[in-house]
């Protein structure tokens, strides 16, 4: 099986982190390096890197490779390494809200160094009175190496969730997909079409639709591009299509990916999910969300609490499209996820195995 081409990953010599810019795909594959807090900001916002567990893989590494440049230009003791470390993650937590993914990994990079501060009432550290002292060299090296485990844990937990889904699948399956959940969207391998790479790999024959999902086009761009260059059979959707495809029994089960599931199971994903979930309650298809434990969010109690980002209205009119496709100043919604109930959820495959009712 070929391949995608690598998401991102770590160039320690030059100071960057280097992402794959997914929004030229599939007409070019082109690599951006980033080399400050506010590039990594930037492409995370404006979804030259996307999917949950990449952006937060890209945090976790933007992050080192910042106080990384802080360490060379300014020397900071540890009290200041600290604070600059706390200031980031914070800031880069701001790109995109409703992805946990990206809040867990900055989490996981500060925790690691906070044993060496003891944080007072004014919110400043006092490290000097800890007894776990630490120079501000120990500490990148600690942010350094934090940050590979994040991103080597992501493709061995995407492996183990490909390994669990296949057990779902069975040669001939017809699997339909909501926009990428692939290798693109994590450090490598996928969640959603991880059991499909899995299978694939296995020999079985399978057939995957792709809805297209409106109005950045993963689906189209990306899921497509990725599972076409991996030799897996797969078919373009318009999103309008997915009722038909079902109806005509063409689909025995679903794979979703997802930016945050709730304490109590409800699931935001790509705004269109919620859609597919309600058809397949309809055809009794079973619906499968394949996520990390990392996304699930014990801090949030259902899907109500579930901050849903509202991008640009210029992604309807008016990208991917050589004239605009709406009247000038028409109002646009444009959310960018919606919130599937887990009534509606057949199961969670996750890398720790397949979860199923009573969740």
Not at 271 to 291: E, N, Q, S, W
Request: glycine share 6%; hydrophobic share 40%; proline share 7%.
């Amino acid at each position: 099986m070929q391949q995608p081409p690598r998401t991102l990953y770590l160039d320690d010599a030059n100071d960057a982190v280097v992402i794959l810019d997914q929004t030229r795909l599939p007409a070019e594959v082109a690599y951006v390096p980033l080399t400050t807090a506010e590039e990594a900001w930037r492409a995370i916002k404006d979804l030259l890197v996307r999917g949950a567990p990449a952006i937060g893989v890209t945090a976790a590494l933007g992050l080192y490779i910042h106080m990384k440049r802080f360490v060379q230009e300014k020397s900071p003791d540890t009290d200041a390494f600290l604070i600059e470390a706390k200031r980031v993650g914070a800031y880069l937590n701001t790109s995109r809200p409703t992805a946990v993914n990206l809040q867990w990994a900055t989490k996981v990079m500060c925790d690691a160094i906070a044993p060496y501060a003891n944080k007072t009432e004014e919110e400043t550290y006092n490290t000097k009175q800890s007894p776990a002292y630490a120079q501000p060299a120990t500490l990148l090296q600690i942010l350094r190496d934090t940050a590979m485990q994040i991103y080597n844990d992501d493709i061995n937990n995407n492996r183990s969730i490909g390994q669990h889904g296949a057990t779902l699948l069975k040669p001939g399956m017809g699997i339909l997909t909501h926009c990428n959940a692939g290798a693109l969207a994590t450090a490598g391998y996928g969640t959603a079409l991880a059991p499909i790479y899995c299978a694939h790999e296995q020999g079985m024959s399978l057939r995957v639709y792709a809805d297209e999902t409106r109005p950045v086009l993963q689906g189209a761009r990306l899921t497509a591009f990725e599972l076409q260059t991996a030799g897996v059979d797969v078919t373009l959707l318009c999103d309008n299509m997915a009722a038909t495809v079902m109806a005509n029994g063409w689909v025995d089960i679903i794979f979703v990916g997802a930016d945050r599931v709730a304490a109590n199971g409800d699931t935001a994903n790509k705004i269109g999910t919620l859609g597919v979930a309600i058809m397949a309650k309809h055809y009794g298809i079973p619906f499968y969300v394949c996520a990390p434990f990392s996304t699930i969010d014990p801090a949030t109690p259902t899907g109500r609490e579930i901050i849903i980002e509202q991008r640009d209205p210029a992604e309807v009119t008016d990208l991917w499209y050589a004239q605009p496709m709406a009247p000038a100043g028409v109002k646009v919604y444009n959310p960018s996820f919606d919130v599937t109930p887990a009534e509606l959820i057949t199961g969670y495959i996750t890398e720790n195995g397949v979860l199923l009712p009573p969740f």
